[in-house]
């Protein structure tokens, strides 16, 4: 014999000799999953993000962190007081952004804006470059942009940049702009020589760096707050979609077309870039680059991009080297669920290669694609992260296995079609995408 109990959300059904202490652990269980589902809702709405893209523990960690400041001690109660204050979605947001950032967190995109704001030769018009930094965290990026084109000799008069944050927390430490050593981490620190002097607090900023900067509480998500913003010659939207649920991406990828000048130049992180390939942006010939165009504005700047590539000697690709994200149908299209396992060590791994920790995340790739049977996107992954550190050959080998294990997984076709055209094999680089189109079409 069983008894139902309907709480509302989902019928529990019990066994009669079940106690009554099993029974309330069993309601309570379901309370939570109930409270968990408002709270997740809620932050997927508001800045996009997909909780499995994070993990539970961090999750779980924000909510408890929260909990104990309010002094709530259950998770049902939380979510109502979350449900009925936006002031609470606030400090929530708070707790789960964590800034992972440093000055010139890599190298390539900055040399890359130097030479294509001196090409464009605007600057000898008087002419003023808009540029913007989406997510800015503490201030890193803007502030390296500023001095990249400090450095490259442009006046302070001709570019000034806007850097956007959801964050209260992280905008109040840009402003401050007084880093330690942890934000130095580029290996080249002549430019700490320059622009920053030791105080006791750590290395302060110089002004006239600091004053190239205006930071704004802003979300991506937000289409009148973007639309507010006006267009920008060169937008930087660095390691932030790949927390995003696939709709957030879709906006916010919309948000960047519309916000950039027609040929204007897009960076994007290389674990998102995937993201931009083959739909309204078309990529810029520069390894590690991870940069865009518009595609309205592609034969545009097609000489352009010889123009630079004749000058620094770079090898051309295709596209970046280390795309992640866009998610395939074989793969990473399901409905969202609490991720396993498995999901949290690739969530973490995923996370390393980001971070630019390549040598770990790929020790880690490796020791479980040993202990696990063979998996898509695991090859796919560790394909990447080889990439990025520059071992191609193996690269290849690792999106081959993947496509022989789901001959639907998109992104490795992609990849190997990028690896193809590195080559000179435009015939083969051709068919691959061919087949990645049709199957991002349903064919």
């Given at each position: ?22 029974r ?27 909780i499995?893209?994070i ?8 909510v408890n ?8 001690a259950?998770?049902?109660?939380y ?5 009925a ?5 606030r ?7 964590i800034?992972?950032?440093w ?10 804006l ?29 502030y ?6 400090l ?30 050593e942890?934000?130095?981490?580029s ?46 010659d ?14 957030a ?16 130049l ?18 810029v ?16 700047a ?21 795309p ?39 020790r ?32 290849l080998?690792?999106?081959?296995k ?31 995408k ?10």
């Open positions: 014999m069983t008894d139902k109990l309907t709480s509302g959300h989902e019928d529990i059904c019990f066994f009669t000799q079940e106690t009554p202490a099993v309330q652990d069993c309601i309570n269980h379901v309370c939570m999953k109930s409270a968990k589902k408002k709270i997740v809702d809620s932050l997927e709405r508001s800045i996009g993000l997909a499995t893209t993990g539970d523990s961090t999750f779980e960690r924000a962190s929260r909990m104990k400041a309010l002094g709530i259950e998770v049902d109660a979510a109502e007081k979350f449900s204050s936006t002031v609470e979605l400090q929530l947001i708070e707790e789960i952004v800034p992972e950032t000055f010139f967190r890599d190298q390539a995109p900055f040399t890359l130097g030479e294509h704001v001196l090409k464009s030769g605007k600057f000898q018009q008087q002419y003023v470059f808009r540029i913007l930094s989406l997510p800015c965290s503490t201030g890193e990026e803007p390296s942009i500023a001095m990249t084109l450095q490259a000799g442009l006046p302070p008069s001709c570019f000034y940049i806007d850097a956007v944050d959801v964050s209260e927390r992280v905008l109040v430490l840009a402003r401050r702009a007084v880093y330690r942890n934000s130095f981490r290996g080249e620190l002549a430019f700490r020589q320059r622009f920053f002097h030791k105080t006791d607090k750590g290395f302060e900023l110089n002004k006239t760096v600091r004053e190239k900067v205006r930071f704004l509480k802003g979300n991506i998500l937000h289409p009148a707050f973007m639309k507010g913003l006006g267009r920008y060169v937008v930087f939207c660095r390691n932030v979609l790949i927390y995003f649920c696939e709709e991406q879709r906006q916010a990828i919309s948000a960047l077309y519309h916000i950039l000048m027609p040929e204007g897009l960076f994007t992180g290389h674990a998102e870039s995937g993201l931009f390939f083959g739909g309204q942006f078309v990529a010939a520069r390894s590690k680059a991870f940069a865009f165009y518009k595609k309205e504005s592609a034969a545009a097609a000489a352009r991009q010889e123009e630079i590539l004749d000058n620094t000697g770079e090898d051309s690709l295709l596209a970046p080297s280390l992640a994200v866009r998610k395939s149908k074989s793969v990473f299209n399901r409905p969202a669920a609490r991720p396993s396992g498995k999901d949290e060590e690739f969530n973490l791994v995923r996370q390393l290669a980001d971070e630019g920790k390549l040598t770990e995340a790929a880690r790739s490796e020791q479980y694609l040993r202990e696990h049977d063979p998996s898509a996107r695991w090859y796919y992954l560790l394909g990447v992260i080889r990439d990025s550190g520059g071992q191609s050959a193996e690269a080998k690792l999106f081959r993947a496509v022989y294990l789901d001959p639907g997984h998109v992104e490795s076709l992609l990849q190997l079609s990028l690896l193809a055209e590195r080559a000179g094999d435009s015939a083969g680089a051709a068919n691959y061919r087949r990645a189109k049709r199957l991002q079409e349903g064919g």
